[in-house]
């Protein structure tokens, strides 16, 4: 079964906006991942947060995770048609020895 | 980052033969490997956990005679569908796990295998 929802389920942006997709999860986590999946390939790994941190930045990216929430953001800055995938939160369920994941957004970034 | 190998990316074949899919982690070893199931527009299902040197452990709902898994090497799973089915038809997708858990970092994908069953 899935392990949470993203929203929006898809979003469709002007290149240069920012685009925000949010994540929320039902059990305890040590950790949440985000994924990015061009159309018919594989995942590739963004940033993980840890359940103690509150948020982190890679590059463009900025995720925070409000535990007491079971939620996660991700956030793409000054986006560009590149960018344009399928993203994924992932947990581990508190310990679990592999990845469950979302439900994805699907981002558009019209240039 | 490391890299896993998915082969085939494509195969197409008919309504009640077997598929052999393989996955292979090439600059480290894996002692775990899990398999994904992703139908259109959909997220990935977890499948099975493939662990190097005994008995895949599957999800609840996953066929076990269906989706033959072995996992003989460090280095290689492989996914057997067998008999397979129109239904069967989906996008497959390996990951590897390197060191311990949680890896600092990720897990590492492969870039899939589209199934189509005639």
């Known amino acids: 079964s899935q392990q949470g929802e993203e929203d929006p389920q898809a979003l469709s942006i002007q290149e240069g906006e920012n685009a925000t997709m949010n994540c929320s999860y039902k059990?305890?986590?040590?950790?949440l991942q985000w994924y990015r999946q061009n159309s018919g390939r594989g995942l590739v790994h963004l940033i993980l947060?840890?359940?103690?941190?509150r948020e982190k930045h890679s590059g463009r990216l900025r995720v925070t995770l409000d535990t007491s929430k079971k939620s996660s953001s991700l956030l793409i800055t000054a986006s560009r048609a590149a960018d344009t995938a399928s993203y994924f939160c992932?947990?581990?369920?508190?310990?679990?020895?592999?990845?469950?994941f979302g439900t994805g957004t699907r981002l558009t970034v019209i240039p | 980052g490391a890299v896993v190998s998915q082969h085939p990316s494509r195969v197409i074949c008919k309504s009640g033969t077997s598929v052999k899919i393989e996955c292979r982690s090439l600059?480290?070893?894996?002692?775990?490997m899990f398999w994904y199931r992703q139908f259109p527009k959909q997220s990935l299902m977890l499948m099975a956990t493939?662990?190097?040197?005994?008995?895949?452990?599957?999800e609840q709902g996953v066929e076990k005679d269906k989706f033959l898994i072995n996992h003989a090497s460090l280095t290689l799973s492989t996914l057997t569908v067998t008999s397979a089915h129109p239904e069967d038809s989906s996008f497959y997708i390996c990951?590897?796990?390197?060191?311990?858990?949680?890896?600092?970092?990720?897990?590492?994908f492969g870039e899939g295998s589209r199934l189509t069953v005639l």
């Open positions: 947060i840890r359940s103690n941190e």
């Open positions: 600059d480290f070893q894996a002692t775990t």
């Open positions: 059990t305890s986590i040590n950790n």
């Open positions: 992932a947990t581990d369920r508190g310990g679990a020895n592999n990845l469950f």
């Open positions: 990951s590897a796990k390197r060191g311990a858990w949680p890896f600092p970092g990720e897990l590492f």
């Open positions: 493939s662990n190097e040197g005994s008995k895949a452990t599957y």
